[in-house]
């Protein structure tokens, strides 16, 4: 077995630091993974997929929105109203820099 080097500081931190504190929590890290595939997604299929409830959900794609991460479109389909979202060009830079730093902080080659 090859003992592995013992990582300089700098290696560590620098990725860390274009770590996005917004895309550090799982379900917020997976809504921008999930519309970074597809053009848009209902809230429901988000609830879906996530397995999250409404108010939880709700809670973190308010503050998506707010941070400018995904836009939303909201309609009615047979009388009821259904909410969409997409990532957002800022959305998808932020997520494009934080895969980058993960990958950069799991191997800093």
Not at 69 to 92: H, I, N, Q
């Amino acid at each position: 077995m090859t003992r592995a080097r013992k990582p300089r500081a700098a290696e560590v931190r620098e990725p860390l630091s274009r770590i996005d504190r917004l895309l550090e929590h799982r379900v917020r890290l997976a809504i921008a993974v999930l519309l970074s595939r597809w053009d848009r997604l209902s809230f429901s299929r988000l609830r879906e997929l996530t397995g999250e409830t409404d108010g939880s959900l709700g809670a973190h794609m308010r503050r998506m929105e707010e941070t400018g991460y995904v836009s939303v479109e909201k309609e009615f389909r047979d009388r009821k109203p259904v909410t969409w979202y997409a990532l957002a060009p800022a959305g998808r830079r932020a997520l494009d820099a934080h895969l980058r730093a993960l990958e950069d902080l799991i191997d800093p080659g």
